[in-house]
């Protein structure tokens, strides 16, 4: 039997946000999350920057944002959206990624002919198709490195007998879509959120070095593990464990859910890649809890573990009761 979320154990803390990113909307389109010595660092998908909040004592402000394009090169310049879903911080580095996923336009218009057009129409954009890496001096990022480009992610797996065909289908309609990072010792994990493979999800590994001028190049070829989530994919990961001690004693958690545009379910589930890997049965995932979700609203997106061992998750799209009075949006911290 699923061990259910138990809300007894189910606190919140308050994110509390700058009017800039009120206005952008960040609060309510958080997609990456990840804990730093004195906050936490946070992104939202519709930008191209971060955040760090610090801690208050009762929550998480003195909000400071950072472009990326003040760290790395964006293949779009500075102002195009990065669409960020997932963040890491290990090794003296924060590392961010895209979702490298194209977009279908939405259905604006009651007029058939035109709504029929939108949804026919495919957008790339190229800031999408990045994934970054930043030396940390404290809690400022200096500048980093990036791979992307025609040496980026996707150039690696156009001729991938798995992901390959994906990387013409928009990520909302079951293609190619990174929306989660882990880094642990030189490993650095990519969860997919889409390609589901009949019910199987993906989450990739890579190992990287930095080429000079500003470049991460792959240091060998890419492996793919195979994890079977029962049909969801995979929306975030976090290191259960230390990221810089021995990488095969450390832990994943990963936030699973729909990889198309459903509400739910949405899952904790922990995998130990130093013990399966390649091709990992159910049996070999545990599910550590259901987590909460709405309708069209309150979808998580977001996951970290804290340093007393809780974890911690924020929602895109939050419900009105998730935002306060003071503009800021509420997370949920789970004892696990």
């Not at 308050?14 to 990113?21: K, M, P, Q, V, Y």
Request: aromatic letters at 6%.
């Amino acid at each position: 039997m699923r061990p259910k979320c138990n809300h007894d154990v189910v606190q919140q803390v308050e994110l509390r946000f700058d009017h800039a990113s009120r206005a952008s909307q960040t609060h309510t389109n958080l997609s990456a999350l990840r804990q730093s010595p004195h906050g936490v660092w946070v992104a939202g998908d519709e930008t191209a920057s971060f955040e760090h909040l610090a801690w208050t004592g009762d929550h998480f402000g003195d909000q400071r944002t950072f472009r990326l394009a003040d760290y790395i090169d964006l293949p779009a310049g500075p102002d195009d959206e990065a669409d960020i879903e997932g963040m890491a911080r290990a090794g003296g580095h924060l590392w961010v990624v895209g979702s490298h996923s194209l977009k279908r336009r939405r259905v604006k218009s009651k007029d058939p002919a035109k709504a029929a057009a939108r949804l026919a129409t495919l957008v790339r954009e190229e800031n999408r198709y990045i994934l970054a890496r930043l030396p940390l001096h404290g809690e400022e990022p200096g500048a980093g490195a990036v791979l992307s480009g025609e040496r980026g992610l996707a150039a690696h797996l156009r001729e991938d007998p798995h992901l390959g065909p994906f990387l013409a289908i928009p990520g909302k309609d079951n293609g190619l879509d990174v929306e989660g990072i882990a880094v642990v010792g030189e490993r650095v994990y990519l969860g997919l959120r889409g390609p589901v493979l009949r019910g199987w999800a993906v989450v990739l590994e890579l190992r990287l070095e930095e080429t000079g001028r500003g470049r991460l190049r792959l240091r060998e070829p890419y492996r793919k593990h195979f994890l079977d989530l029962g049909g969801l994919g995979v929306r975030d990961l976090c290191p259960d464990g230390d990221p810089d001690g021995d990488p095969d004693d450390c832990g994943l958690l990963m936030l699973t859910g729909p990889s198309m545009a459903l509400d739910g379910p949405v899952h904790v589930r922990r995998w130990w890649p130093g013990r399966r890997s390649g091709v990992v049965p159910a049996g070999e995932l545990e599910v550590v809890m259901d987590l909460p979700y709405g309708a069209g609203c309150d979808h998580p997106e977001g996951l970290a573990r804290l340093a007393d061992g809780r974890l911690m998750v924020v929602y895109d799209s939050p419900s009105p009761a998730r935002i306060t009075p003071a503009g800021g949006v509420l997370a949920d911290v789970f004892t696990i």
